[in-house]
């Protein structure tokens, strides 16, 4: 049965414009995105066997458009549609950290972080530097690694903050395995940051590891 005579309420479009999208599933907001299926299949069981072939809703946007093309019932003018859709909700929350602007949304910085950072397939660890009165001065990719980890040099975090006269930052970076939980060697590294940047009065208000789920704090969890 195609999805235009299912009742109203069960319409994955009518049911966003009536509920809201944080009420829709993974799969019904993918079929908002695919709009028509194939013969035999609506747009709502497409999404849901692309769903259950990629695994998530994060795989299928991270996979690379060979891979996403070989999936049957897509190609590349889905792909851009998707690709542009994830771009946007780049764009959108980082606008909410744009330049001058003070930073009192933690979920903002925290979702912010996620979109960023979760799709790289390698370890990055970022920067955001604050002034005095916690408005954003800059974001900077500042290490990338590998896959399982990445060198931090302290001399340099110290070197960019005092060069964006920086009084205080927010680090991330991302484990590509998808673990959330940070490890030692993080609480080692935040502690050893703040150390250096402490001699400069720059404070390290946050540190948030992004995997699978929301990122976790580290300062939520006492750890800075």
Known sequence: MPITDWPTEERPREKLLARG?????DAELLAIFLRTGTPGRTALDLARELLTEFGDLRRL???PLPEFSRANGLGPAKYAQLQASVEMSRRYLEAELRRGSPLTNTAATRRYFATRLRHYPY????VLYLDNSHRVIRFEELF???VDG???????????ALAHNAAAVIF???HPSGAREPSR???AL???LANALGLMDIRVLDHFVVGDGEPVSLAELGLV
């Open 190 to 192: 935040t502690e050893r």
């Open 144 to 146: 990338r690694g590998t």
């Open 172 to 174: 991330a970076h991302n």
């Open 61 to 63: 946007l991270e996979a």
């Open 150 to 160: 990445t060198a931090v040099h302290a001399r340099e975090v110290v070197r960019q």
């Open 21 to 25: 999208a944080g009420h829709l599933s």
């Open 185 to 187: 060697a993080d609480v």
């Open 123 to 126: 370890e990055v660890f970022c």
